[in-house]
């Protein structure tokens, strides 16, 4: 079983046999938004396979009629090898998670992160734009990316330091290129970790995993949203555009109870 089947298979995630009817599946320059009829919209990156797209390719099977699908079909594009069906998947498990915003915070994920990691060591999974404050609250930060830019760690670092990380912050996209399982199994039992990133699904099924919080999005206005995703709008302006909200679920460690 990896992460994608225990998301499909736990609650909150709706049933099989509710599996919704899908309004619209719209994908951005940067982001993918699934719409289902009863108005929930979930969103996740759209990561490309543009180094091994060649013409003629189609990376997104039945492109044209996913709108004739169910949730749950879509929501099944998670296990997909093709990282753009990947994001269709992600963006359509967020849609249908049935979110207890009485157990998250509305926090963004920098604010736990200068908690947890001043004077730490610490590792970010991908390069967020947050990223100079921490370097100057962390005792040391590793920051790792599949295509670093100056001062980052390429990706095949992540063996050497996230085993050394007080802090690990594991960017939702992890989910849609299937390394989240592999990234894990790196950190230390008593490392604090964070998942985090408009693709990270709100679900508990994420603490199982070893991960003490979740900061993602639920999406309040999907009408707004969608026109934002359409326009190649980066999650800085689709925030600004009030559509959003940043959510923080923490879990107290072993504990079934989850805090806010």
């Known amino acids: 079983m990896s992460i994608i089947d225990?998301?499909?298979?736990?609650p909150p995630f709706v049933p099989p046999t509710c599996g919704g009817e899908v309004r619209e599946v719209r994908i951005g320059a940067f982001w993918t938004a699934v719409v289902l009829?009863?108005?929930?919209?979930?969103?996740?990156?759209?990561?490309?396979?543009?180094?091994?797209?060649?013409?003629?390719?189609?990376?997104v099977r039945g492109a044209g009629h996913l709108h004739q699908r169910s949730a749950r079909e879509l929501a099944e594009l998670g296990h997909s090898g093709s990282l753009?069906?990947?994001?269709?998947?992600?963006?359509?498990?967020?849609?249908?998670?049935?979110?207890?915003e009485g157990a998250c915070v509305e926090l963004n994920a920098e604010q736990i992160i200068?908690?947890?990691?001043?004077g730490k060591s610490v590792v970010v999974v991908g390069h967020f734009p947050f990223i100079p404050r921490v370097r100057e609250a962390a005792r040391q930060l590793w920051v790792l990316e599949k295509r670093p830019g100056q001062g980052d760690l390429p990706a095949r670092a992540a063996p050497e330091v996230?085993?050394?990380?007080?802090?690990?912050?594991?960017?939702?996209?992890?989910?849609?290129?299937?390394?989240?399982?592999?990234?894990?199994?790196?950190?230390?039992?008593?490392?604090?970790?964070?998942?985090?990133?408009?693709?990270?699904?709100l679900s508990p099924v994420l603490f199982n995993y070893g991960v003490d919080a979740i900061s993602g999005t639920l999406v309040t206005d999907p009408g707004t949203v969608l026109r934002y995703v359409s326009q190649g709008a980066s999650f800085r302006q689709i925030k600004r555009s009030k559509g959003v909200k940043l959510l923080t679920w923490l879990v107290i460690r072993d504990s079934q109870i989850c805090s806010s």
């Open 6 to 10: 225990d998301l499909l298979a736990c």
């Open 37 to 59: 009829e009863d108005g929930r919209c979930g969103l996740a990156s759209a990561l490309r396979d543009d180094d091994h797209h060649q013409h003629g390719q189609n990376p």
């Open 84 to 100: 753009l069906e990947a994001s269709i998947g992600l963006a359509a498990i967020n849609a249908l998670l049935d979110v207890d």
């Open 114 to 118: 200068l908690e947890q990691g001043t």
């Open 162 to 201: 996230i085993p050394q990380a007080d802090v690990v912050a594991i960017t939702g996209t992890t989910l849609i290129n299937h390394s989240f399982e592999e990234l894990m199994g790196l950190c230390r039992p008593e490392a604090f970790v964070l998942v985090l990133g408009p693709t990270t699904p």
